[in-house]
């Protein structure tokens, strides 16, 4: 079932500005990743934050959670054309056997040159 | 780095064929996943493995099933293609339930 949901569905902002993307989940969680899919593709791995951290960076990308809202933020800074693309958090569930991930809906994200 | 194959990038059959999509990993990982993604519903996953010859149900098992004989490759098998099983589908393979790495996707189409 469905567990991520990100917000908003669509975003569209000009080269240079910021993006921030957000995502709820509903249980309790081990960690939580986040993936970019280019047009048509696979889907690629950009962090993963566990339950016991609170912000993490990673070049340009800082993600934050929020274990007691059950939401984490992607925030991508200095956004460039390249960065066009849908962005999916996933969570490891707590319990949830050996099924892995359990992914959103994904926000499409559109940056203006 | 970890490469993900899957047989084909677009696929198109007719309504009651059978259909085999193969995923290829070459890192040596136990776990492997096939989803299907559709506009609007994200990513479900369909069946997994973690271990050679075995295979558990996901969240949308229904009309189809896998094999994995070795542990380089898992295999969806559609045993009667439908319309409705028309779709983007996508395999990943992990080390340890963390992260996933996905192959390119197949674009299936049935008619």
């Known amino acids: 079932s469905q567990q991520g949901e990100e917000d908003p569905q669509a975003l569209s902002i000009q080269e240079g500005e910021n993006a921030t993307m957000n995502c709820s989940y509903k249980t309790s969680i081990n960690n939580l990743q986040w993936y970019r899919q280019n047009s048509g593709r696979g889907l690629v791995h950009l962090i993963l934050?566990?339950?016991?951290?609170r912000e993490k960076h990673s070049g340009r990308l800082r993600v934050t959670l929020d274990t007691s809202k059950k939401s984490s933020s992607l925030l991508i800074t200095a956004s460039r054309a390249a960065d066009t693309a849908s962005y999916f958090c996933?969570?490891?569930?707590?319990?949830?056997?050996?099924?892995?991930?359990?992914f959103g809906k994904g926000t499409h994200l559109i940056i203006q040159p | 780095d970890v490469k993900v194959t899957q047989s084909s990038r677009y696929l198109v059959k007719r309504t009651g064929e059978k259909v085999f999509l193969e995923c290829v990993q070459d890192?040596?990982?136990?776990?492997m996943f096939w989803y299907r993604q559709d506009p609007g519903l994200g990513l479900r996953l369909i069946y997994f493995s973690y271990d050679v010859k075995m295979k558990e149900k996901g969240d949308i098992p229904e009309g189809y099933s896998v094999s994995r004989e070795k542990k380089e490759r898992f295999s969806l098998i559609l045993e009667s293609a439908s319309t409705n099983q028309t779709s983007m589908y996508l395999c990943?393979?992990?080390?340890?339930?963390?992260?996933?790495?996905f192959g390119p996707g197949t674009r299936l189409t049935v008619l």
């Open positions: 996933a969570t490891d569930d707590i319990g949830g056997g050996a099924d892995g991930l359990t």
């Open positions: 990943a393979s992990s080390p340890n339930l963390g992260e996933q790495f």
């Open positions: 934050i566990r339950s016991n951290e």
């Open positions: 890192m040596d990982h136990e776990n």
